[in-house]
């Protein structure tokens, strides 16, 4: 059984910092991209950053470039999303997914997701 758990969110006052873990389990995670969602009550869901199943690819939702960093860790089958300078319309659920592809920024393209975790950053 395929299963992502998100963990890490929480309340950050504006300008702090927070760090997004996904374990994944129940198939072989290092063979899939991944990617970071996030949505906001009202809104639909967008792409934050994605990776490629080795790590040697990254890409970036230009409104988090510079200030977000994903990256992977095969052995303990875990995606993590650093965000830093986090501003108060980041306020969502974020979600990870996975996909047998590539780095791709659509919804669609995504296989498999897990539950979400909540991030609030405060003004």
């Known amino acids: 059984q395929v299963q992502l758990v998100e963990s890490g969110g929480g309340l950050v006052q504006a300008g702090g910092s927070l760090r997004l873990s996904c374990a994944a389990s129940g198939w072989i995670f290092s063979r899939y991209a991944m990617g970071w969602f996030r949505q906001a009550p009202g809104k639909e869901r967008e792409f934050v950053a994605a990776?490629?199943?080795?790590?040697?690819?990254?890409g970036y939702a230009d409104s988090v470039k510079g200030r977000f960093t994903i990256s992977r860790d095969n052995a303990k089958n875990t995606v993590y999303l650093q965000m830093n300078s986090l501003k108060p319309e980041e306020t969502a659920v974020y979600y990870c997914a996975a996909n047998p592809r590539t780095v791709v920024v659509g919804v669609e393209d995504y296989e498999y997701w897990g539950q979400g975790t909540q991030v609030t950053v405060s003004s």
């Open positions: 990776i490629s199943w080795s790590g040697g690819s990254t």
